[in-house]
């Protein structure tokens, strides 16, 4: 086999090794009462000012999942959102403290703000009526995959 050839098999052997590796990469996804939601996380405070600002949808099965590394309570904004989302706050064990449901886009000041009610350390932000389809109450479990 000439040296070409061997060459030209390691680079096939090389792009196959991508591919299988970008097939199998796994989405950060969060499990609460058997539904599974692909998320993007934001877990630095630029990620977690800007969230889902500016964004005219998101899909069914997707969210938002801000992670903070301490408990306290939480208010969020929907602050250039564009769609209705529900906020269920949870706490250090992934338990759910509590859940803002259908909250409204605000496109001009000032914004109201959304509260935990309760210290919490992570926010996932849905689309409007997730949290009811899902039938989530207190005390909910959060599954997190990265």
């Not at 680079?11 to 590796?21: C, F, R, S, Y």
Request: proline fraction near 7%; glycine fraction near 6%.
């Amino acid at each position: 086999m000439s040296a070409s050839s061997r060459f030209a098999r390691v680079l096939a052997g090389l792009a196959l090794g991508a591919a299988v590796q970008a097939c199998t990469a796994k989405t950060p996804a969060v499990e609460i009462k058997g539904r599974t939601f692909s998320i993007e996380i934001a877990e630095d405070d630029a990620s977690r000012a800007h969230g889902l600002m500016g964004r005219d949808s998101m899909p069914t099965d997707h969210g938002m999942l801000f992670v903070f590394q301490d408990d306290a309570p939480r208010a969020f904004w929907m602050k250039n959102c564009k769609f209705p989302q529900d906020m269920l706050f949870f706490d250090a064990e992934r338990r759910l403290i509590s859940v803002q449901r259908n909250v409204p886009p605000c496109l001009s000041d000032p914004c109201p703000a959304y509260s935990s009610g309760a210290p919490a350390r992570y926010v996932l932000e849905l689309n409007a009526g997730q949290a009811d389809a899902i039938g989530v109450h207190p005390g909910d479990e959060l599954t997190i995959r990265r």
